[in-house]
């Protein structure tokens, strides 16, 4: 069967091999909501199987499957044969070096790190499509052996492909960073919150206002409005009342009423 054509205005056929079955139904909602066709299989096997049905204007794969995972069914499809050119994505975790060097040897040509970001993983594959990160054909040369921990990888990887491994890797930290940068801000102000009201409060014995962190002293309210969430309405208790109206000269009076 003929490939579909990615020219703006036809949709893209796009084959997501994934065998998690919510991950596969999120990627094929971001697609499908794109305006691609898309296939899906569950392994690098069945993988190989829709290859032979219809030609994908790009594979979508994630690493670890059964049957054959990621790396395999790049490395078939990379080496060689009708469907060498059709781009291929990986979706890794990155998170050992071991993986950089595994895809770097599968031949695989885009990357993105999961968790992914739907929007930016959408950029990404809008730009691929659209020829934007196809390697080009002077990308090929000679490949090297790396030996890292034991293990000896040979890496056979152009330019465009090093650099797009790069650029996922460094779009991954930037996404950790900002992430601890908002984490760190939460519990900064959490400890804020909370470092005053759970050590000990000076507060006055006989005037009960409390000493807050810069030698002032605050009424109780004002104090509990600073350092927590607690918002007050005023009232007056039994025993308050009764000595108040006594201290008036009211209390006798008060009591004729209520007779």
């Known amino acids: 069967m003929n490939g579909t054509s990615i020219l703006p205005g036809e949709k893209a056929f796009i084959l997501i091999v994934e065998d998690s079955a919510p991950q596969a139904n999120?990627?094929?909602?971001?697609?499908?909501?794109?305006?691609?066709?898309?296939?899906?299989?569950?392994?690098?096997?069945?993988?190989?199987?829709?290859?032979?049905?219809?030609?994908?204007?790009?594979?979508?794969?994630?690493?670890?499957?059964?049957?054959?995972?990621?790396?395999?069914?790049?490395?078939?499809?990379?080496?060689?044969g009708k469907f060498q050119a059709v781009p291929f994505m990986l979706l890794t975790s990155l998170s050992e070096p071991q993986d950089i060097f595994k895809?770097?040897?599968?031949?695989?040509?885009?990357?993105?790190?999961?968790?992914?970001?739907?929007?930016?993983?959408?950029?990404?594959?809008?730009?691929?499509?659209?020829?934007?990160?196809?390697?080009?054909?002077?990308?090929?040369?000679?490949?090297?052996?790396?030996?890292y921990?034991?293990?000896?990888?040979?890496?056979?990887a152009g330019r465009s492909q090093i650099l797009d491994l790069l650029l996922a890797t460094f779009e991954n930290i930037v996404r950790k960073n900002n992430e601890l940068v908002q984490t760190n801000q939460k519990l900064s102000e959490a400890l804020e919150a909370n470092k005053t009201l759970r050590g000990l409060i000076p507060i006055c014995g006989y005037c009960k206002k409390v000493r807050n962190d810069g030698g002032y002293w605050d009424q109780v309210e004002s104090f509990m409005a600073k350092h927590s969430e607690a918002r007050f309405s005023h009232g007056i208790c039994p025993q308050c009342f009764d000595k108040t109206m006594a201290e008036l000269g009211l209390k006798e009076e008060i009591g004729k009423s209520q007779t």
Do not use: W
């Open 26 to 80: 999120f990627l094929r909602l971001l697609l499908e909501a794109a305006g691609c066709e898309v296939a899906h299989a569950v392994h690098g096997a069945d993988a190989l199987d829709l290859l032979e049905l219809r030609r994908p204007a790009l594979v979508i794969s994630d690493v670890m499957m059964p049957v054959m995972n990621g790396y395999d069914l790049c490395r078939q499809i990379k080496a060689g």
């Open 103 to 147: 895809g770097l040897e599968s031949g695989a040509d885009f990357y993105s790190i999961k968790p992914y970001d739907g929007t930016v993983l959408m950029n990404r594959v809008r730009n691929i499509l659209a020829g934007a990160g196809a390697p080009p054909a002077s990308n090929a040369q000679p490949g090297m052996d790396v030996n």
């Open 149 to 156: 921990d034991g293990h000896k990888y040979s890496i056979q």
